[in-house]
């Protein structure tokens, strides 16, 4: 560890007002003991209405972003950050904001050639429920324009179901997509600065899809690391990865979930600016299967901000 590092105050954000607060704490609290361990000075707080006086008193040399969803996803936290000109681990404002918004994410998608299923957005905010497009055939999958973590996805099968849906999510949401549902197996890859890691099978263990309780309840999924596939769907999914990555402005990590249908093809479903970094995460597993521990993973993100520290103008 140079000086600098060695020497580095770090604080870590964690839990916030989103609707996946528990799993930012718990990514958070990884972070912080891995911290800790590496030696840095460590400090957590929560993203609240008292986060800019508590972080001003920390006065960190960077701040780790461990938010997930909205507010520490979508260029809040990075604007506030900007703002009190302190480095942060994570994509920038404008990057973090197109990344949460995946109708503007497969818009891009769709004008650089790049392959994701049919979709459309349906705005709920008018008092009457909208009616199944005929563009779209089911089965469909509807997502908030703007959640993370599989939160508020359903898969429709029926027209029934439709209705359903949309009552269910009017409560809660804006918008949401509806987007055609791919037959076939789930994907992962992650970005680690700028190479793309091992790509991860995701197999649900408890649902028909990867759902909230699938991603982080024991035993909820199955990582296949690395997938159990031919060499060029392989280096195809980790260039695609790369590809948004590189697309959406993204920097120091990130993971881009994929479908692949029976016949092979493979569709983007969207890219984490901010993917979680839980015991049961997706991106430490990639990591491990290459050898780099949890620690050294750590170690790496707090680099990639430290970096970019502000200078101090000499007086």
Not at 220 to 247: F, W
Request: include cysteine; proline fraction near 5%; hydrophobic fraction near 40%.
């Amino acid at each position: 560890m140079n000086a600098m590092k060695k020497n580095a105050r770090v604080a870590v954000v964690m839990g916030g007002p989103s609707a996946e607060r528990e799993i930012s704490v718990s990514t958070g609290q990884g972070v912080m003991r891995a911290l800790q361990s590496l030696g840095y000075e460590a400090r957590s707080l929560d993203y609240d209405e008292r986060f800019v006086d508590a972080i001003r008193s920390i006065a960190p040399d960077v701040v780790f972003n461990a938010l997930h969803g909205t507010s520490g996803e979508d260029g809040q936290i990075q604007g506030v950050l900007e703002h009190l000109r302190i480095a942060y681990t994570g994509s920038g404002i404008e990057a973090s904001a197109l990344s949460m918004d995946k109708h503007l994410t497969k818009k891009l998608l769709n004008a650089e050639g790049l392959p994701t299923a049919a979709w459309d957005l349906f705005d709920l905010r008018g008092g009457t429920l909208p009616l199944l497009p005929g563009s779209l055939d089911l089965p469909l999958v509807i997502k908030p324009r703007y959640e993370g973590s599989s939160v508020g996805v359903r898969i429709v099968r029926t027209h029934e179901q439709w209705t359903r849906a949309m009552i269910e999510l009017a409560r809660t949401y804006d918008e949401v997509i509806a987007e055609e549902l791919i037959d076939g197996r789930e994907f992962t890859c992650a970005v680690l600065g700028e190479e793309a890691l091992p790509v991860i099978e995701i197999i649900a263990n408890i649902d028909d899809f990867y759902t909230y309780e699938a991603k982080y309840g024991p035993g909820g999924s199955t990582h296949v690391c690395p997938a159990q596939v031919d060499e060029s769907l392989a280096a195809r999914l980790r260039m695609l990865a790369l590809s948004m990555h590189r697309l959406l402005g993204l920097r120091d990590y990130s993971r881009t979930d994929f479908m692949v249908s029976r016949e092979g093809r493979p569709y983007i479903l969207e890219t984490n600016a901010l993917p979680g970094l839980t015991p049961t995460s997706l991106i430490p597993d990639a990591c491990a299967s290459i050898g780099i521990g949890y620690e050294a993973l750590i170690d790496r993100v707090v680099g990639y901000a430290l970096a970019r520290v502000p200078t101090t103008d000499a007086a």
